[in-house]
């Protein structure tokens, strides 16, 4: 069964038998980190953070470990060049990638929110993460460092922190 599994993913996603291994092993980590430390929780902070647990594991090799080790290290620091490439050439994967950055932030920023109840604290990890993820795509040659990601990540960091605290009032003002 593992050796079909490994065949199928090196299929999808032409990555080698390193990449499998350790993205395989740094998702098995978080998840069973984040069962363990929602034992000190109620049961819906478990189910939050068992569900989160394996939402960065997958978030984390979609957007760092999964990714094909290139031969040179890219970047690209003009500020905007996804949205001007994507209105100039009408290529709709540009749009795809401003949208799935601000999606996975702002999924990840709802679960933190959720399970630590500390504004500050959630935004300071959603923040470093996308910087973690960012200058480890450059360092390890597995993606392209970018502001605009950076960008579009915390749009994503902002949009999910906003949804929660309306989501807050509204459950108090039905409550009441």
Not at 18 to 28: E, Q, W
Not at 83 to 104: D, K, M, P, Q, S
Not at 134 to 163: A, C, H, P, R, T
Request: hydrophobic share 55%; aromatic share 18%.
């Amino acid at each position: 069964m593992f050796a079909k599994l490994y065949s199928e993913f090196i299929r999808l996603y032409d990555v080698d038998r390193l990449h499998f291994i350790v993205s395989l092993s740094i998702m098995t980590i978080i998840i069973v980190l984040g069962i363990i430390l929602s034992r000190k929780y109620a049961k819906d902070k478990i189910i939050v953070g068992s569900l989160a647990s394996v939402y960065v594991a997958f978030m984390l090799h979609y957007m760092l470990f999964g990714r094909p080790f290139q031969a040179e290290r890219t970047y690209e620091l003009e500020l905007f060049w996804t949205i001007r490439t994507a209105v100039e050439t009408g290529n709709l994967l540009y749009y795809w990638y401003i949208v799935v950055n601000i999606a996975v932030f702002f999924i990840f920023t709802l679960f933190m929110c959720y399970l630590t109840s500390n504004s500050k604290m959630s935004i300071s990890v959603a923040l470093l993460l996308s910087v973690f993820i960012e200058v480890s795509q450059f360092i390890f040659k597995l993606g392209m460092f970018e502001f605009d990601d950076l960008i579009n990540n915390v749009i994503g960091i902002v949009m999910g922190y906003g949804i929660y605290v309306l989501f807050l009032k509204i459950i108090r003002k039905l409550k009441k």
